[in-house]
T-cell receptor, first 114, second 114 residues
Framework: EADIYQTPRYLVIGTGKKITLECSQTMGHDKMYWYQQDPGMELHLIHYSYGVNSTEKGDLSSESTVSRIRTEHFPLTLESARPSHTSQYLC?????????????FGPGTRLTVT | KNQVEQSPQSLIILEGKNCTLQCNYTVSPFSNLRWYKQDTGRGPVSLTIMTFSENTKSNGRYTATLDADTKQSSLHITASQLSDSASYICVVSDRGSTLGRLYFGRGTQLTVWP
């Protein structure tokens, strides 16, 4: 089982609140990713990082921001949550040196904004 | 446009029966194809990964096939168990970028009944 952790697992908050979703991995992977997934739909890449101090936006436009100050930590922040942000957020990591680009996923955070 | 299409969208089978899930893709240039299993409320877990030169790969009761010429893949599950109930996601990676961009299908929701 992959050593990648996400907290909280479930979060219900009111509109306008600031939230941070935590993601940590202990595998020493350089690449980390954030995906957004709605029920019955495909995963959409919203942010990724090649390593420390590297962050890039993904395919799906998102109002969230990320930071990568430490290799093992890749938090995602929403400054002002809205009901449209209700979704499942999945964090993943991979080893730059792996030609197969295997990505290991965390358990996800289910966010509900009321 | 790079796309991954899966069929059927959902499938119900009885415990002990076999089933086959389909995946068609248009991703180019192709790098590899993976099948993930995603339990409800969890992150995806890798089942198999195949490169261009591989046309079959097994992982226990799961056997994946790949036809790179027709850009089709299948996942065959033998002697299904209740724990096989999950969403099975086909994911194709391109080799056009250092990121190893992943393209996700929407998944086939498999339900195994006793």
């Amino acid at each position: 089982e992959a050593d990648i952790y996400q907290t909280p697992r479930y979060l219900v908050i009111g509109t306008g609140k600031k939230i941070t979703l935590e993601c940590s991995q202990t595998m020493g992977h350089d690449k980390m990713y954030w995906y957004q997934q709605d029920p019955g739909m495909e995963l959409h890449l919203i942010h990724y990082s090649y390593g420390v101090n590297s962050t890039e936006k993904g395919d799906l436009s998102s109002e969230s921001t990320v930071s990568r100050i430490r290799t093992e930590h890749f938090p995602l922040t929403l400054e002002s949550a809205r009901p449209s942000h209700t979704s499942q957020y999945l964090c993943a990591s991979s080893n730059v040196g792996t030609s197969s680009y295997e990505q290991y996923f965390g358990p996800g955070t289910r966010l509900t904004v009321t | 446009k790079n796309q991954v299409e899966q069929s059927p969208q959902s499938l119900i089978i009885l415990e002990g029966k076999n089933c086959t899930l389909q995946c068609n893709y248009t991703v180019s240039p192709f790098s590899n194809l993976r099948w993930y299993k995603q339990d409800t409320g969890r992150g995806p877990v890798s089942l198999t990964i195949m490169t261009f030169s591989e046309n079959t790969k097994s992982n226990g009761r799961y056997t994946a096939t790949l036809d790179a010429d027709t850009k089709q893949s299948s996942l065959h599950i033998t002697a299904s168990q209740l724990s096989d109930s999950a969403s099975y996601i086909c994911v194709v990676s391109d080799r056009g970028s250092t990121l190893g961009r992943l393209y996700f299908g929407r998944g086939t929701q498999l339900t195994v009944w006793p």
